[in-house]
């Protein structure tokens, strides 16, 4: 390892400078517009030292009008005062061990050393000094950054040494998608707005990570990436090289990994996207093995090496897999199996590389925990992905649909595992939840060392929230409120506070929520309401009379990110409302609000502040479905139930649970056709939508057996209404009688006759896809009328009641 070192003529200097115990006494960088120092860089600088040098130059300057020389191998003047840069390691000779980003300051005499664990650490550490002199990267751009002008600059004093070191080893903000997702499309502005995010990350101290910043981007940055990889990457990399027709048991048992293959109901081994690997095929651990062990080899510079599950079901129900999943049905409940697979691989990967480890989403989808009593290798880091309960704080005592997810958390390393944090900004045009910022502290007192956020959208809102939690990355002690009134005070000045309000005013809308999600163009409708928009304008006109010129102008940016919110809602309440009755009239509203949404984001040209994504899901996706609203509807039942035979019935009747054999003698199934109707202003409850005599007939007629979306709904999100009448069976008395739900996307009260019998909530990641049971025997009418209706909340994706309902008795 080579261990850098300024010329030796440096090393004497700095032996007779040593004795000095503190700072110069009126020892300045600039002073009065001049410059009184120079930036000592070591004798091998690479790219990041020099970017780091140059930084700090443009800087200086910008605030004082003086531009600090370099210095490289000169003897140093006589009390000049000297910035010096001081890396241990450069890039190449880095074997990563997430110590990487820590860095001291010190101030002896007249030299600041800032002397970093890497390039990039010095470089955050002159980031770090330029903060303690008043500069703010508040959002990309030149307009984003505040560097207040002083034309005399003292130097900073930094005694005794101070040490810094982040509070997350990997920091990630990035956006998701790609660069059209969320940039200018417009060849001549993209670039540079790419290259002024990427300085906006840097700057605040968090790593380049996905696609957007790492594949696309102008030089210089070519440094900043992060050093721990997550993704869906274990079958590629089980599966390198295995060709299915040569070794068909390399690859999975499945009875039906997804619908393409439409219902076969055969336990094929099957290839292809949509499925995982056989975790007890030894060629498989083998591979896996081997090629962690090849990239670590290349990768010198990296610490963690992606093998999470494939982002959808496919799990092996082989013999072999079965078995070593304790004789639990792999589907249903991976966990024993998938764990011990890993453990098996980062064992191997450990004779070789001790330090290094591997990484899997977990809790995540069907991967919850490890089974009670199995260690986990500390070479695995659980990147835990906080998907659902976004609207309240992570430990919030009324998140329930956290709980479960904080608890796995906990169990997971006690079992042994590194941790890491997946959390996720809203998708664009949905307001940005604030609970984001108070959950990073509970995070970070769970024992997590890696901090994931995956930025799925861009406007001037999220900015604030952005920032502040790119802070709280770095420095999880510091008050989320503190620096949301900093961005507001600094930003915006004599109308931050008024910006704060506006803040709160959104948090306090989404906080009302049943639960957020990632966000969606229902929540968004559901958020923003009518009274709300009319609040937000008042409060933003009154900012506006308060400022001028640059802030001004920043406020015209946020203001302009709202409005464009509120054009989405009203449009999205629109078109719901054209879906939901058919009507010229509503449809015609509908359009009208389409193109008032087109035409303010062409007038506020929107997509050099905003995801210009946002622009094609309103005039294009929401124009597409409200142009075939007059095509006539009928029910459609879903691929999943095939040609809906009894016995395909019952085992959706029993989704993700063990169907009896035999099954009930006495089975009914409901009706697959049922009346349907949306809740936009979640007014039904209030107007009983669920009385038994309530006339629904002006309800729409859909199929119970597939989800709404794909019957005329699509892209609804919120609250919906079934009602199913059906002429119960006489049922043997002396026995409950049970109503099985097969599945109900996301979760609702379940009503009989009028009556609540059963809420269900959904609190696990699959609950979408899980039957649940109702014990209505004091509810039911047996031999007579009955009606079923069910009043559900879909927030995120598919949604409704879409597999079969049934009915049978138990003693």
């Known amino acids: 390892m080579t261990i850098l070192h300024h010329r030796s003529v440096f090393l004497l200097a700095g032996i007779l400078w040593a004795a000095v115990a503190r700072p110069a006494a009126g020892a300045d960088l600039v002073r009065e517009g001049r410059a009184r120092a120079r930036i000592l860089l070591p004798e091998v600088a690479g790219h990041a030292t020099l970017f780091a040098a140059e930084e700090l130059r443009g800087h200086i300057e910008r605030m004082s009008g003086a531009r600090l020389p370099l ?20 890039e190449g000779d880095i074997q990563a061990d997430g110590r990487e980003d820590r860095f001291v300051l010190e101030t002896r005499g007249n030299r600041l050393t800032i002397a970093g664990e890497s390039e990039l650490a010095v ?3 002159v980031y770090q000094v330029l903060e303690d002199l008043g500069v703010r990267w508040f959002t990309p751009g030149e307009l984003g950054m505040h560097c207040p002008p002083q034309p005399t600059l003292p130097l900073p004093s930094y005694h005794p040494a101070r040490a810094f070191s982040p509070s997350f080893r990997t920091r990630e903000l990035d956006l998701s998608g790609t660069r059209n997702t969320h940039f200018d499309r417009d060849p001549a502005r993209q670039p540079q707005l790419l290259q002024e995010y990427a300085l906006w990350l840097l700057r605040n101290r968090v790593h380049h990570k996905r696609v957007i910043t790492t594949r696309h981007l102008p030089q210089p940055f070519g440094f900043g990436q992060g050093r721990e990889f997550q993704g869906h990457n274990l079958r590629r990399t089980a599966l390198r090289g295995a060709v299915f027709a040569e070794a068909p048991e390399r690859f999975p048992l499945v009875t039906q990994a997804s619908e393409r293959w439409g219902r076969d109901g055969v336990a094929a081994r099957r290839e292809g996207g949509a499925t995982q690997i056989c975790f007890t095929h030894p060629d498989n651990l083998a591979t896996a093995i081997a090629s962690v062990r090849t990239y670590f080899e290349t ?44 453990n098996a691989v980062a064992d191997g990967v450990a004779t070789t590389f001790p330090t290094r480890k591997i990484s899997v989403y977990s809790p995540y989808g069907s991967m919850t925990r490890p089974p009670a009593g199995m260690r986990v290798s500390s070479n695995i880091v659980a990147v835990a992905a906080q998907v659902t309960g976004n609207h309240l704080p992570v430990a919030d005592p009324g998140n329930t649909h956290a709980a479960t997810y904080l608890e796995h958390i906990r169990l997971t390393q006690a079992a042994g595992a590194d941790l890491g944090i997946r959390t996720y900004t809203m998708y664009p045009g949905t307001p940005q939840p604030l609970a984001i910022l108070d959950s990073m502290r509970t995070f970070h007192g769970l024992g997590a060392n890696w901090y994931h956020c995956e930025s799925m959208g861009r406007d001037e809102h999220r900015w604030i929230v952005t920032w502040a939690l790119a802070r709280l990355a770095w420095d999880v002690s510091r008050e989320p409120q503190e620096l949301l009134r900093e961005f507001c005070d600094t930003y915006y000045g004599a109308a931050g506070d008024l910006v704060l309000e506006v803040l709160g005013m959104l948090d306090e809308a989404v906080r009302g929520m049943p639960v957020v999600v990632l966000g969606s163009l229902g929540a968004s409708q559901s958020i923003l309401s009518e009274a709300l928009i009319v609040q937000l304008s008042t409060r933003l006109a009154a900012a506006r009379a308060r400022v001028e010129g640059r802030e001004a102008e920043r406020l015209g940016r946020l203001i302009d990110s709202i409005d464009m919110m509120a054009a989405r809602a009203r449009a999205a309440r629109a078109c719901f409302r054209a879906m939901d ?8 509203q509908a359009q009208a609000a389409i193109d008032a949404f087109a035409e ?47 016995a395909i019935l019952l085992e959706e009747a029993f989704s993700m649970a063990t169907v009896p054999a035999p099954p009930p003698a006495d089975l009914f199934i409901l009706p697959e056709h049922g009346r349907f109707k949306l809740d936009i202003d979640r007014q039904g409850v209030a107007q009983a939508w669920m009385r038994a005599d309530l006339d629904d007939s002006g309800w729409r007629e859909i199929s119970t057996w597939n989800f709404y979306e794909r019957q005329g709904y699509d892209p609804y999100d919120g609250d919906y209404w079934y009602r199913i009448r059906f002429q119960a069976p006489p049922l043997e008395t002396g026995r409950r009688i049970i109503l099985r739900i097969g599945a109900l996307d996301d979760g609702g009260d379940v009503y009989l006759n009028g009556k609540l019998a059963h809420t269900r909530e959904h609190l696990s990641p699959l609950a979408w896809q899980e039957s649940f049971t109702v014990d209505v025997t004091a509810l039911i009418r047996p031999g007579e009328d009955n009606i079923l209706a069910i009043h559900g909340q879909d927030h995120y994706g598919m949604g409704g009641l879409w597999k079969p309902v049934v009915l049978y008795t138990q003693p």
Not at 71 to 90: G, K, M, N, Q, S
Not at 620 to 627: E, K, M
Not at 635 to 646: K, M, S
């Open 299 to 342: 990768h010198p510079q990296h610490l963690t090496y992606p093998l999470g599950l494939e982002d959808h079901a496919g799990i092996c129900e082989c013999p072999g897999c079965v078995k070593a999943n304790g004789d639990v049905f792999p589907p249903h409940d991976p966990n024993r199996l998938v764990w011990a697979f890993l």
């Open 581 to 588: 009755t058919r009507s010229d009239a509503s449809i015609q």
């Open 600 to 646: 303010l984001w062409k007038e506020r040209d929107l997509s050099l502040t905003c995801s210009p994504s946002l622009l094609d899901e309103v005039t294009q996706r929401l124009q597409g479905h409200v142009a075939k609203l007059r095509e006539p509807m009928s029910p459609q039942r879903g691929a999943h139930v095939g040609t809906g035979t009894p």
């Open 71 to 90: 210095l490289f191998a000169e003897v140093p003047i006589a009390d000049e005062t000297l910035v010096v840069l001081e890396p241990r390691r450069l």
């Open 123 to 125: 470089l955050y550490g």
